[in-house]
């Protein structure tokens, strides 16, 4: 698509149609890496934001659980030992 002389932007993709010079000022078409009147870099380095970890993290967080079976049945007869201790220590019997 040929876009009409004056526009700013490509009509069909919407990119800028035209790159200012920060050096000079000069407009340079798209595409180009220097700028044709002071041959200053038109290619502008990527910003990297540095991410910090939290301070503190939720406190609804679980441990990872484990998906190996026998991890898996240990820790159900575990919950069992401890729900049948605890009906003995309340006098509850079962």
Known sequence: ???????????????????????????????????????ASLVQAPSFTKFASPETYPLNISPKKSSHPRARSKANSNKSRFCCRHERLDGVTG
């Open 1 to 39: 698509m040929k876009n009409p002389s004056g526009v700013k932007f490509c009509g069909e993709c919407g990119a800028r149609l035209e790159f200012t010079c920060a050096a000079c000022g000069a407009a340079n078409p798209p595409g180009d890496k220097f700028c044709g009147q002071c041959r």
